[in-house]
């Protein structure tokens, strides 16, 4: 019973970022609105496997992008993506990170759109950490990898970002 008003009061006070994350996996109202609700009736149906030591937010979010995996893998429209080569750079802490240069050169709607052109693999983090306010360590925990590779794809979805809106600026 107190998962279930726990579970109900979260959909209450989050339940619109939730399907504004599914909009954004997708990009279609109809058919966010159609994952919206499974990913609620599955969370539902799954609360007695709902473990105390979790966080609601994650669980819900984790059960979304799966739901979203599996919509893309029924359509089989995920592309292969091949790995880049990985760039290494050192952080000084005198120079602004990409993602602070990014984000004074761009408005939000701006960077939704230029996050929303990259792989789902760096889209997924990026939306999670800035927009849902998801750290690192629920985002590894939501799509069952290790935090370095949440790190690395973080690392380079922000270098994209950089290429795309120093090309941006550049115009």
């Given at each position: 019973m107190k998962q279930q008003q726990q579970f109900e009061n979260w959909i209450c006070e989050n339940g619109h970022l939730l399907l504004k994350f599914i909009?954004?996996?997708v990009r279609n109202k109809e058919l966010s609105e159609d994952l919206y609700q499974e990913v609620?009736?599955?969370a539902y149906l799954a609360l007695p496997n709902f473990e105390e030591r979790s966080q609601m937010?994650?669980?819900i979010f984790k059960i979304a992008i799966n739901k979203c995996r599996d919509y893309w893998r029924k359509e089989q429209t995920v592309?292969?993506?091949?790995?880049e080569k990985v760039y290494h750079y050192d952080v000084d802490s005198t120079i602004p990170l990409p993602e602070e240069s990014v984000i004074?050169?761009?408005t939000k709607e701006e960077m939704i759109e230029t996050i929303n052109e990259?792989?789902?693999m760096y889209r997924e983090p990026m939306l999670l950490y800035y927009f849902y306010d998801q750290s690192l360590l629920e985002i590894s925990s939501s799509k069952n990898v290790p935090i370095s590779t949440v790190k690395t794809r973080m690392r380079r979805a922000r270098f994209q970002l950089k290429e795309k809106v120093d090309a941006l600026v550049a115009l």
């Open positions: 909009y954004r996996q609620l009736i599955s937010k994650s669980w592309r292969k993506f091949w790995e004074s050169k761009c990259l792989p789902v």
